[in-house]
């Protein structure tokens, strides 16, 4: 650990759980790069996440937006082109571009979404796609007959997440430059969400605990 981040560390209490006021102006005082960092959630769910019906995978539509910019891709037919354009898709691509993703294993987007025609297409590209997370999927709501609303969705600050193989939760819920307001407003969206898709299967503590940090920042312990 560099004496930069030790100096912010000595900032933080380890021993006190946060308010989220709290949390959110200690992260926003923290955060000295000269970038403008992202503001992560970290949550330690008490899931089993080896059992496919404790695995957490949804999506969120942040009020504020993460603050990131998206490249969308919209794989779909000739008769979708136009509204996938006016919607604001940043590429709109056929079979010729699937078959050269395959090829040069090249994606150039952050999200793609898809209609449900192109998907049987999109297989032979699934080999680069998929482990990138970059797999249009019904179950976050990038495949469908409706490009518009998709494309719409994911440009109002639409985001998927899903826990990792440790049970924990990473998501952007904006920028250090956003307001304490606007932060709190995704927070607590995103939170609200989270304790929605709660698996009934799982016994104990959900929620096990939370941490709020910036690009690298320290990681604040709070409770919302």
Known sequence: ??????DLQTMVDKTKVYTLDEAIALVKETSTVKFDASVEIHARLG????KGDQQIRATVVLPHGTGKTTRIAAFVG???EQAAKDAGADLVLGEEEIKDIKT???????????TPEMMPKLAVAARVLGPRGLMPNPKTGTVGPNVTQMITDLKKGKTAFKNDDTANIHQIVGKVSFDNQKLQENIETFLETLKKIKPNSTKGTYI???YLTSS???SVKFDA
């Open 104 to 114: 040069t294993g090249k994606a150039d987007f952050d999200v793609a979404v898809a």
């Open 47 to 50: 899931i089993n996440p080896k």
């Open 216 to 218: 690298m920042g320290p």
């Open 78 to 80: 000739a008769n979708d």
């Open 208 to 210: 096990k605990t939370m």
């Open 1 to 6: 650990m560099g004496k930069r981040m030790k």
